[in-house]
DNA sequence: GCGACAG
DNA sequence: ATCTTGTCGC
């Protein structure tokens, strides 16, 4: 990777290191172009077993357009950091960095399981991961992100591909976008050499018929069954 | 002080 | 994240 990753000994520590690596964020769209054939789209998800001081992570890299698995990797280990609202990224960076870097194909874009721009201090785990390794990321998460300056909810039409945009102090920070018709939205934002409606547009042909990313299942579902095997 | 809070 | 069966709908 570029730039190396250690663990804070603090939550005061670990914030600064955020605002320090921020700086560092390339918001433009230098990662591939949504729909360009042969990009390779890899997935990373991570699972925990606390009791047994254990986090186990999971990359999985698919062809962005036949969503076919091109390769797979695991990597185990202790648990680095708590989990802090604001800072999963400390929790979460060592194993999916140790994953990627077993990974046999070299990821065009990568697709986390939470926020990037759209976070408390607009550097969340995908924004985090994507500083590190210089890769293209977006941030897809499940739930809406805490920002400062919520802007009143405005209604997300029913069907597929409708979004609303996710204000922060008057920025558009991520979009609320509606992977399937009637279904509760995901959350996305931008990572790194990313805009917003690239990470949009990456987004809609990985969740074709499912809510979440086929990238963030697989990575899930791969991360949950090491964790059982062991780790 | 209390609630909210990616995974 | 994780603890967990059934159930409704296509």
Redesign the pocket.
């Known amino acids: 990777m570029t730039l190396p990753h250690t663990t804070p000994a603090s939550e005061a520590e670990a914030v600064a290191v955020q605002l320090r690596l921020r700086e560092r964020v390339v918001a433009d769209s230098s990662g591939p172009a949504p729909g360009a054939p042969g990009t390779v789209v890899v997935g990373v ?4 077993d606390d009791d047994r001081d254990l986090v186990a992570a999971a990359a999985v890299a698919l062809d962005a357009a036949s969503l076919e698995v091109v390769a797979e990797a695991t990597a185990a280990g202790p648990v680095a950091f708590p ?1 802090v ?5 400390f929790r979460e960076l060592p194993a999916v960095l140790a994953a990627l870097d077993r990974l046999t194909v070299a990821p065009d874009l990568v697709v986390c ?3 990037g721009l759209a ?1 408390p201090r607009r550097f ?2 995908a924004s985090h991961l994507g500083v590190l390794t210089d890769l293209p990321t977006i ?1 897809v ?3 809406p ?2 920002l400062a300056v919520r802007e009143p909810p405005r209604p997300l039409a029913p069907g597929r591909g409708a979004t609303a945009p996710l204000l922060d102090a008057g920025d558009e920070v991520g979009r609320a976008l509606r992977t399937r018709d009637g279904v509760r939205p995901v959350y996305v934002s931008p990572g790194h050499r990313t805009t917003l409606d690239d990470a949009c547009a990456h987004t809609l042909p990985l969740t074709v018929g499912v809510r979440l990313p086929q990238t963030t299942r697989l990575a899930d579902r791969l991360c ?1 069954d090491t ?1 059982a095997s062991g780790g």
């Open positions: 998800d991570v699972a925990y989990y609202p604001g800072l999963l990224a399981d939470g926020y976070h969340g785990l941030g998460a499940k739930n992100p805490p949950r964790l």
